[in-house]
């Protein structure tokens, strides 16, 4: 019976073409030559990986250089590394393909380790045998360097080194509101922050002031699912120059000279700032992994990313759970905190809740309320609802303002802020210093 190989061609080559495609993505690449199966795409791998050891550019040319004193013909010839080449339209689904191929090299290592144990079984000692072998399971998925301490207890040292300094209370990306930060220490890199509230409350508003502040000395990306980047930075106009969103709908005819040059003044604020904002239908994890990746290795460790989803229900799942709405969003859920870990940037992914809310006499939201999830609750490391009395009582007496209730912090505590919230502007702020 003829053996069934453990590999996918398509995705093999997909993972060597896109490095041809997108300068710098070899550094993302996690692959090792022997993970590829076809022994052709490992000895171009290896070329391509010598070839940015060397810092030279990667291409045809550069490539079939690197290895013409190897045996061109090997590997396919000039033809065949051309044609892989241009064979990838895009490299959006990077991380789709190198998964591929790490999955089935995996089976491959696991159907070899099986069969010495198949073969150990018969003449060595059974509970060494079986020994051996779990421990050579449990290690496929070991990766070199997972265990390298230094780099993070060298950044540990330079942290703790400077407490006699007066740095403030702040270690991650501020934002913006001084008690918010006081109780976080900003956002952390590599967290996953769910801010979760009822539709018109103001999530879109909230996560566009934080983007804004944090993009003054940081860099902030919005994923804008819900609206379009022109109707984002007409907001965000309004926020930053303090102009009615009454008259930012028709400017031509309701503004005044002031309001001009306030929007004058906000458009020269927001083009100088680090914002990047994408809008494109139908997003998905691919397409958010490969613009952070982007931009993470454009702006290199030294820069702390922020990173805005509005909002994670909209993201484009996977289409094997199209039937399962819940295991579609739990996939989501994990590759944001997966990105926000690889990638080391601080992910702020906004969340519609439950209409539970609505029921309760108090509507204040609670952890439950997380819509279509619990894999949500489990992913985060911070959680924060938003509730306005003023939206639910329009007696109230607690008009324009706005309550964080931080109801989930994995690595700190929790509690409720008072935030003013200036509708007019779409403008959070402090309660102290006013609008």
Same mark, same amino acid.
């Given at each position: 019976?003829?053996? *069934?190989?453990?590999?996918?061609?398509?995705?093999?080559?997909?993972?060597?073409?896109?490095?041809?495609?997108?300068?710098?993505?070899?550094?993302?690449?996690?692959?090792?030559?022997?993970?590829?199966?076809?022994?052709?795409?490992?000895?171009?791998?290896?070329?391509?990986?010598?070839?940015?050891?060397?810092?030279?550019?990667?291409?045809?040319?550069?490539?079939?250089?690197?290895?013409?004193?190897?045996?061109?013909?090997?590997?396919?010839?000039?033809?065949?590394?051309?044609?892989?080449?241009?064979?990838?339209?895009?490299?959006?689904?990077?991380?789709?393909?190198?998964?591929?191929?790490?999955?089935?090299?995996?089976? @491959?290592?696991?159907?070899?380790?099986?069969?010495?144990?198949?073969?150990?079984?018969?003449?060595?000692?059974?509970?060494?045998? !079986?020994?051996?072998?779990?421990?050579?399971?449990?290690?496929?998925?070991?990766?070199?360097?997972?265990?390298?301490?230094?780099?993070?207890?060298?950044?540990?040292?330079?942290?703790?080194?400077?407490?006699?300094?007066?740095?403030?209370?702040?270690?991650?990306?501020?934002?913006?509101?001084?008690?918010?930060?006081?109780?976080?220490?900003? *956002?952390?890199?590599?967290?996953?922050?769910?801010?979760?509230?009822?539709?018109?409350?103001?999530?879109?508003?909230?996560? !566009?002031?934080?983007? !804004?502040?944090?993009?003054?000395?940081?860099?902030?990306?919005? *994923?804008?699912?819900?609206?379009?980047?022109?109707?984002?930075?007409? $907001?965000?106009?309004?926020?930053?120059?303090?102009?009615?969103?009454?008259?930012?709908?028709?400017?031509?005819?309701?503004?005044?000279?002031?309001?001009?040059?306030? *929007?004058?003044?906000?458009?020269?604020?927001?083009?100088?700032?680090?914002?990047?904002?994408?809008?494109?239908?139908?997003?998905?994890?691919?397409?958010?992994?490969?613009?952070?990746?982007?931009?993470?290795?454009?702006?290199?460790?030294?820069?702390?990313? !922020?990173?805005?989803?509005?909002?994670?229900?909209?993201?484009?799942?996977?289409?094997?759970?199209?039937?399962?709405?819940?295991?579609?969003?739990?996939?989501?859920?994990?590759?944001?905190? +997966?990105?926000? $870990?690889?990638?080391?940037?601080?992910?702020?992914?906004?969340?519609?809740?439950?209409?539970?809310?609505?029921?309760? +006499?108090?509507?204040?939201?609670?952890?439950?309320? /997380? @819509?279509?999830?619990?894999?949500?609750?489990?992913?985060?490391?911070?959680?924060?609802?938003?509730?306005?009395?003023?939206?639910?009582?329009? +007696?109230?007496?607690?008009?324009?303002?706005?309550?964080?209730?931080?109801?989930?912090?994995?690595?700190?505590?929790?509690?409720?802020?008072?935030?003013?919230?200036?509708?007019?502007?779409? $403008?959070?702020?402090? /309660?102290?210093?006013?609008?």
């Amino acid at each position: 019976m003829q053996e *069934f190989e453990l590999f996918n061609q398509e995705a093999e080559e997909a993972v060597v073409g896109s490095l041809f495609l997108e300068e710098g993505l070899v550094k993302d690449c996690t692959i090792r030559p022997e993970q590829l199966y076809l022994k052709k795409l490992q000895r171009l791998f290896a070329a391509i990986k010598c070839l940015n050891e060397k810092g030279k550019p990667i291409d045809v040319i550069s490539v079939v250089e690197e290895i013409v004193t190897q045996n061109l013909e090997s590997i396919g010839g000039i033809s065949y590394i051309t044609k892989l080449a241009g064979s990838v339209p895009t490299t959006a689904n990077f991380r789709f393909y190198q998964d591929t191929v790490k999955e089935y090299y995996q089976k @491959r290592k696991a159907v070899e380790i099986a069969g010495r144990i198949r073969n150990d079984a018969r003449f060595a000692d059974i509970a060494t045998t !079986l020994r051996e072998g779990i421990h050579d399971l449990m290690l496929i998925e070991d990766h070199l360097g997972d265990d390298d301490l230094g780099e993070i207890m060298s950044s540990l040292v330079d942290l703790y080194s400077d407490c006699g300094k007066d740095l403030g209370e702040i270690t991650g990306i501020p934002s913006g509101f001084k008690k918010v930060d006081r109780l976080t220490g900003g *956002f952390q890199e590599s967290d996953l922050i769910v801010v979760g509230a009822r539709p018109s409350v103001g999530k879109t508003a909230f996560a !566009l002031n934080i983007a !804004l502040n944090a993009s003054k000395n940081d860099i902030a990306l919005i *994923f804008s699912l819900e609206m379009l980047k022109k109707q984002l930075l007409k $907001r965000a106009a309004s926020c930053n120059g303090r102009i009615s969103s009454m008259k930012m709908r028709n400017p031509k005819r309701l503004f005044n000279e002031m309001d001009w040059e306030q *929007f004058s003044d906000a458009m020269g604020n927001i083009s100088k700032a680090n914002l990047h904002i994408f809008d494109k239908a139908g997003m998905d994890m691919n397409y958010i992994w490969s613009k952070v990746r982007k931009v993470r290795r454009e702006y290199g460790e030294q820069k702390r990313i !922020l990173v805005v989803i509005d909002y994670l229900q909209l993201i484009v799942g996977d289409p094997k759970h199209k039937s399962n709405r819940q295991a579609e969003i739990s996939e989501i859920s994990r590759g944001l905190k +997966q990105m926000a $870990r690889e990638l080391n940037v601080a992910v702020i992914a906004l969340s519609q809740l439950s209409r539970g809310v609505e029921s309760r +006499q108090d509507k204040r939201p609670m952890l439950s309320d /997380l @819509r279509e999830s619990g894999q949500i609750e489990q992913d985060a490391d911070v959680i924060a609802f938003l509730y306005r009395d003023d939206y639910y009582h329009k +007696q109230s007496e607690q008009k324009n303002i706005i309550e964080i209730i931080l109801a989930k912090q994995r690595n700190g505590p929790i509690g409720t802020i008072e935030l003013a919230f200036v509708k007019e502007y779409g $403008r959070f702020a402090d /309660l102290s210093s006013g609008s």
